[in-house]
């Protein structure tokens, strides 16, 4: 088992849908938890960024931690085209020297 | 805040070169530098670890003498491509972190190319 899987896509979304994307992972001692934009030939961008469980919302953008299921969400409301990017999870434990660990990445299409 | 350069953005060059690519912090101190490799429409992978003035740390199956990672200062670190080949050819994106409870922030990522 992977140590953080994400479901690659591609996913297509009209324009104004509300996005789901998720992350489960498999160590209990990540704690840190990002989110990260990346468009084409780009590097990635940092969206959201929380520790331990609980919700963060920042404009149209919400992330949530689940540690209990060791799940993670963004969600992404009022979708536009210019959100059509690739959104990578990234988590890390509270041991300082342990690395990120990174999602392959999701694929988002918004259709206008 | 948080802004990360890399330079060049693109570079394209022959066959046995060696090829420096800088990353620079350019708003904050970066005890810690991370360097990706990305493939086409592939995840990120971490080829080294540097914290300033120590050596760099690789991930297992990356070349230290091919790949030489300097960081000497707290807001620039290198990567160098010493005799580069046309398998080198990828995209490389550093990052850099200020802390151990801080996130990484990303470069722009520099497109290599070698013919």
């Known amino acids: 088992q992977k140590e953080v899987e994400q479901d690659p896509g591609p996913l297509s979304v009209p324009e104004g849908a509300i996005v789901s994307l998720n992350c489960t992972y498999s160590?209990?001692?990540?704690?840190?938890f990002m989110w990260y934009r990346q468009y084409s030939r780009k590097g990635p961008e940092l969206l959201m960024y929380?520790?331990?469980?609980g919700n963060k919302e920042d404009g149209r953008f919400t992330a949530q931690v689940d540690k209990s299921s060791k799940y993670i969400s963004l969600f992404i409301r009022d979708s536009q085209p210019s959100d059509s990017a690739t959104y990578l999870c990234?988590?890390?434990?509270?041991?300082?020297?342990?690395?990120?660990?990174f999602g392959p990445g999701t694929r988002l299409s918004v259709l206008p | 805040g948080a802004v990360v350069s890399q330079h060049p953005s693109r570079v394209i060059c022959k066959s046995g070169t060696s090829v420096k690519i800088e990353c620079r912090s350019l708003?904050?101190?970066?005890?810690?530098m991370f360097w990706y490799r990305q493939f086409p429409k592939q995840s990120l992978m971490l080829m080294a670890t540097?914290?300033?003035?120590?050596?760099?740390?690789?991930e297992q199956g990356v070349e230290k003498d091919k790949f030489l990672i300097n960081h000497a200062s707290l807001t620039l670190s290198t990567l160098t491509v010493t005799s580069a080949h046309p398998e080198d050819s990828s995209f490389y994106i550093c990052?850099?972190?200020?802390?151990?409870?801080?996130?990484?922030?990303f470069g722009p990522g520099t497109r290599l190319l070698v013919l």
């Open positions: 990052s850099a972190s200020s802390g151990r409870y801080e996130t990484q922030y």
């Open positions: 160590n209990s001692a990540f704690q840190y």
């Open positions: 929380t520790y331990s469980s």
């Open positions: 990234a988590m890390r434990s509270d041991n300082y020297g342990q690395n990120f660990v």
């Open positions: 708003d904050f101190q970066a005890t810690t």
């Open positions: 540097s914290n300033e003035g120590s050596k760099a740390t690789y």
